[in-house]
């Protein structure tokens, strides 16, 4: 800043002379356009480059997390079975040969109950068993903790993406309800 004022101090005495200098005093310190679209060139590229790599590290962390929580699920189910008399969690009042409902597997895998399915939000010594899961998981590839309902002898349907799960109790199968392939090609159906 000083030289600044000595320069503009001399550009007073001496008009043309001082000027220049002023100029080129000045000029040492400013960034001319062409730098600048240079700079914002090399951002851009660098920015082509980095973005997409954030976007593939997220959709692998749904779906390593996808694999998880899958695990999670299918060893839960294979604990209630095992804990209830051979009888999976899906079917009311653990009776195998009424239809499975959605609002039953929440219920037994959110709350306690004993050997007969019987639920209770409250353990106590004939409640022993549960909770499996402090809630339904939450699919990561499309946000829904949902479950659709695959009745006895029914197929398995293929996926629509309307709920996060589909179930069928009478195999244990479970599999997410997403639509798609992951990078290598594999359907997220057949994690």
Known sequence: MGKEKALIGEAAQ?????????RAARSRYAFTAVEIVIVCLVLIILATVVIPQF???????????????LQLL???VAVFKAQ???VPP?????????????D???????????VNCRLSQNPDASYQYGPYLSALPVNPMNGSSSVEMVGNNQPLPAPDGKTGWIYKPQTQEIIANVTGKDASGTSYSNY
């Open 14 to 22: 001496f008009p043309s002379v001082g000027r220049r200098r002023f």
């Open 55 to 69: 976007s593939r590290a997220s959709q692998q962390s749904k779906q390593n997390s996808l694999h998880d929580v």
């Open 74 to 76: 299918r060893t839960q």
């Open 84 to 86: 209830h008399q051979d």
């Open 90 to 102: 899906g079917y009311p009042g653990g009776n195998p040969t009424l239809s499975p409902t959605a």
């Open 104 to 114: 039953a597997v929440a219920a037994q895998m959110t709350e306690h109950s004993d």
